[in-house]
């Protein structure tokens, strides 16, 4: 009897079977995680942009072997601030902070508009 009684508080009738759950489908994206994701197409275009930016930033300073606090030393910003550019945290950031950092490392920013495909 005590064993019946376990099985109905852990939700086990005697059945197996594991629930299943539909096959997933892969669906191509668009070339804006943004916009897949449902944001107006302005603000998308602006969070890819400050995304790329960060990227680039972060893969300068793993490529210099910096610290945290020695990156915010040479980009003459606090450690916590690095911390933030690190983690992604792209609210924090303007698309100008971000290029700012960017000539201060020495890298050229070059800025690319085309016309979306209908």
Known sequence: MANNAT????????????????PSQVLRGSENVFEDLGFAAEEAANLKVR??????LRRYIQKQGW???EAATFFAETQPRISNLLKGEISRFSIDKLINLL????LEVRVETKLKAA
């Open 103 to 106: 000539a201060r490392a020495g």
């Open 51 to 56: 995304t790329d930016l960060m990227l680039d």
């Open 7 to 22: 099985k109905r508080r852990n939700g086990r009738t005697g059945s197996n079977k594991a629930k299943q759950s539909p």
């Open 67 to 69: 610290t945290q606090a």
